[in-house]
Nanobody, 124 residues
């Protein structure tokens, strides 16, 4: 079993930045792929970004490319999502997730473990 604890959300003005963290514990594996998803009120949960724990390869959703950066710290077993140039439409609950698949995937059903979510609110 893998436990994920997300943190770092908050209220920020448009154009500002936030960094989310996802602490990973339990039966972790260096072959996992870690992802961030978000869910805005009344909308479906959508893929934001993912990173391969072993290779460091990354992949981003179209709406965040060039503004968000996903990274990992192997020593701290933590994955980060640096969010810059935030827009009101980035407002959502952000979830970190992990999949035992070796390659980066973007579908919700392909992720095996989920964190509890952290709220990000961007004011205009």
């Amino acid at each position: 079993q893998v436990q994920l604890v997300g943190s770092g959300g908050g209220l920020v003005q448009a154009g500002g930045s936030l960094r989310l963290s996802c602490a990973v514990s339990g039966r972790t594996s260096s072959r996992y792929v870690m992802g961030w998803f978000r869910q805005a009120p009344g909308k479906e949960r959508e893929f934001v970004a993912a990173i391969s724990w072993s290779s460091g390869s990354t992949y981003y959703g179209d709406s965040v490319k060039g503004r968000f950066t996903i990274s990992r710290d192997n020593a701290k077993n933590t994955v980060y999502l640096q969010m810059n140039s935030l827009k009101p439409e980035d407002t959502a609950v952000y979830y970190c997730a992990a999949t035992r698949r070796a390659l980066i995937v973007t579908g919700l059903s392909e992720y095996d473990f989920w964190g509890q979510g952290t709220q990000v609110t961007v004011s205009s």
